[in-house]
Each structure stands twice: as structure tokens, then as C-alpha cells.
């Protein structure tokens, strides 16, 4: 059984920055795609970063400039360097990782953006 760890969520003021890590049970360079989403209660899970085995990265409008996904196959852990936060970016985020078609989710790490 595949697991993933979150961790780096907290509290900080807007404008700020924060860094998530998510941890793999298995080797991350198994993985189709590892990547982080984020929820707000009463709204749809939503992605936020992607990368995908090859190295190539996407990302939520929302985040692009500020929001940075990387991963590292040594450590099996993939990384998202959060940079000027917003309030709207308050959420808890999910690492996720894909493996043919099999899907794997963290238990989420909660982001509060205020000051």
C-alpha cells in the first residue's frame, strides 16, 4: 500500500511564503504524475500543481508566478514552494500521485493565509 505524508501547512500572513513536502512510500519516479491539490469546504477539490515523471509541470492559473511544484526521485518526496500567498490560497492541500491507474492521496495538510 502505497502512502503519501504532507507536511508544511500552517499559519502565515499574506504575502508570505511557505514551503509543503509530500512523501512517498515508493519510488517517486514510479509515479505517472505527483501532484497537489487543494479543497475549501463547500468547493470542489481543485488542482493546483502537477509534474509528471518527465519533469514537465502545470499549474492552476490561480498559482502560476507564485506556486512552484518540483520533486525529488532521491528522496521521493515532491515539493510545492508557495510564494506570496493570498487569503484565497487558505485550503487544505492534498498530495496526489498517479500510477498507471491506480490514484493515491495524502490525508492533507492545512494552509490558512491571514494575517
Known amino acids: 500500500q502505497v502512502q503519501l505524508v504532507e507536511s508544511g501547512g500552517g499559519l502565515v500572513q499574506p504575502g508570505g511564503s511557505l514551503s509543503l513536502s509530500c512523501a512517498a512510500s515508493?519510488?517517486?519516479?514510479?509515479?505517472?504524475?505527483m501532484d497537489w491539490y487543494r479543497q475549501v469546504p463547500g468547493k470542489e477539490r481543485e488542482l493546483v500543481a502537477a509534474?509528471?515523471?518527465?519533469?514537465?509541470?502545470n499549474y492552476a492559473d490561480s498559482v502560476k508566478g507564485r506556486f512552484t511544484i518540483s520533486k525529488d526521485n532521491a528522496k521521493n518526496t515532491v515539493y510545492l514552494q508557495m510564494n506570496s500567498l493570498k487569503p484565497e490560497d487558505t485550503a487544505v492541500y492534498y498530495c496526489?500521485?498517479?500510477?498507471?491507474?491506480?490514484?493515491?492521496w495524502g490525508k492533507g495538510t492545512l494552509v490558512t493565509v491571514s494575517s
Open positions: 496526489h500521485a498517479l500510477a498507471y491507474d491506480m490514484h493515491y
Open positions: 515508493r519510488y517517486s519516479f514510479s509515479f505517472n504524475v
Open positions: 509534474v509528471t515523471s518527465g519533469g514537465s509541470t
